[in-house]
């Protein structure tokens, strides 16, 4: 847990967030300011920073992300539809939060 990360605020229920998943390791949901109709946050609890801060010990919780967000593409109806699984990693990979997250983005009309 990081004091100062927005994600970790939300995780604790510092700031009121409305989850569409939870368990005791991962966390989802609804993107701010969303890039497409759907757009979902999957969020792991343990505060990792980036992609480059992983280790090999965290490969189950990667994985783990893929198949909540799996699950979470058949609840919002996209699964078929298709969508993106987008991790960004570090600045000038347009990461803004530092706080390991994917994000689910689909729900386009014509399945652009
Ligand atoms: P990234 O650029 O990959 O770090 O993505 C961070 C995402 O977090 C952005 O799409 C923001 O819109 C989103 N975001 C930031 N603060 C919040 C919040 N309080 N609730 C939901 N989404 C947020
Ligand atoms: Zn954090």
Redesign the pocket.
């Known amino acids: 847990m990081s004091d100062e990360c927005?994600f970790c605020k939300?995780i604790k229920g510092d700031?009121e967030?409305q989850f569409v998943y939870d368990d005791d390791e991962i966390v989802a949901?609804?993107?701010?300011?969303p890039q497409a109709p759907i757009h979902l946050?999957v969020v792991p609890k343990k505060h990792i920073p980036t992609v480059n801060a992983l280790d090999e010990s965290d490969a189950p919780l990667i994985g783990k992300m893929v198949l909540v967000a799996k699950g979470l593409a058949k609840d919002f109806g996209v699964n078929e539809s298709g969508y993106r699984l987008i991790i960004?990693v570090e600045r000038g990979g347009?990461?803004?939060?530092f706080h390991i997250?994917m994000?689910l983005v689909g729900g386009w009309e014509n399945d652009k």
């Not at 949901?29 to 300011?33: C, G, T």
């Not at 347009?94 to 939060?97: C, E």
Request: net charge neutral; aromatic share 6%; no cysteine.
């Open positions: 927005i939300i700031i967030t949901f609804k993107d701010i300011h946050l960004n347009g990461q803004l939060v997250h994000h």
